[in-house]
């Protein structure tokens, strides 16, 4: 075994690994525009994200006055996810310092992993069109556990899978979500400063650590 101090890594995927909010905000006006509704910022789009794709919906509708009751919501739904899952990876962009450091990681034998709450249907075709699939021992998303994140079962996982001690596991990750499974999970965490942190200033969060980029990931 290995004397470094981490012997895998787990990664969200939207906002720490792959910029993907362009694509997202392109099928959810796609949606809208669908109920005669009209287009929101990217900008809103981006602050909203992260929560799952029903609650994309309802803060979109939200934002347009209209009814946010599970119809509503689920009229929108379809819409959304085809034209999400038909160019989802149109405009979305892997994040810099990305590839050179699993690559690095791939190289030094640890392990990775995804850990998103993201669908399985809409994760692995992003990861797989963009590039990114092939680095991944392991890819946990929304629908793999009983509980996503913030829930500790997601890292449990992983912790299992790879046979692991939560001490020889970094979670990195870009929001309160990250941060909270993490610690219910007693492993560390790598937090990105200016993720999809829903305006949250991620020091306050205390993640292990606070990084401006994978260039800042501890990797020894």
Known sequence: MSSAR???????????????????DHALNHALASADLPPVEQSLTR????????????QALEHHQAATDEAAIDRLIEPFLSHYKANI????????EVQATLKVLQRRGRK????TN???????????DIGLYDFFDLIVCGDTTAQPKPAADPIELCLEHFSLTPEQVLMVGDSETDVRAAQAAR???ACIRDGYNHGVDVTTLHPTFVIASFADLPLD
């Open 6 to 24: 981490y012997q895998a890594y787990l990664f969200d995927l939207d906002g720490t690994l792959v910029d993907s909010v362009p694509d997202i």
């Open 47 to 58: 602050h909203w994200i992260g929560h799952g794709s029903r609650t994309l919906i309802k």
């Open 89 to 96: 990876a149109v405009h979305s962009e892997i994040y810099p």
């Open 112 to 115: 990775l992993a995804v850990v």
């Open 118 to 128: 993201k669908l399985t249907e809409l994760s692995e075709p992003l990861l797989q």
């Open 187 to 189: 492993v560390d965490v």
